[in-house]
């Protein structure tokens, strides 16, 4: 009723119970923070956590990961914030270690359903925040320059209510 939001943060073990408070509360506009708080090592295949590994609920597999972004993106009052991944990024990271991670939110969510953040300065712990940018703009590059704006500008307008 009062036009807010509630950002959603949570370790990616935690996700299932995400999407159950968003089923829960139907007319909440809720952002998704940091792309779900995916590792992209695991997402893109290069690392697999143990049985062990998999027990914190900081750590993911890449198929878990992969439906917990998808039922997210099947409610309509879910926006993805594409995010915070830098941080968890293994060192030495490029904009391909990201990729898979980023287009997978971008694909589920759809241009209309994603914005852009910094996570500084959170960020800074992994990369400096050009970087970060750099490399989402180069991870985009394919994208329309329509979808690049809505993305990088129009969305955020739209859902914080800007001007």
Known sequence: RLGLSYDICLRPGENEDGVQLVDRCPDTQFILDHCGNAVPNVV???????????RDTAMHSADQW??????????????????????????????EDLAPTVNHCLDSFGSDRVIFASDW???????????????????VATRSERDQ???FHDNAVRIYGLN
């Not at 893109?44 to 998999?54: F, I, K, M, N, R």
């Not at 997210?72 to 490029?94: E, L």
């Not at 300065?121 to 991870?139: H, K, N, R, S, Y």
């Open 44 to 54: 893109s295949g290069v690392v697999t956590p143990t049985a062990d590994e998999l």
């Open 121 to 139: 300065p959170v960020c800074t712990l992994a990369a400096q925040l050009a970087d970060w940018v750099g490399a989402l703009e180069e991870i």
């Open 66 to 95: 992969k439906r917990d972004m998808e039922a997210y993106a099947r409610r309509d009052n879910v926006i993805c914030k594409i995010s915070g991944i830098v941080a968890r990024a293994p060192k030495g990271w490029s904009p």
């Open 149 to 151: 704006q809505k993305l």
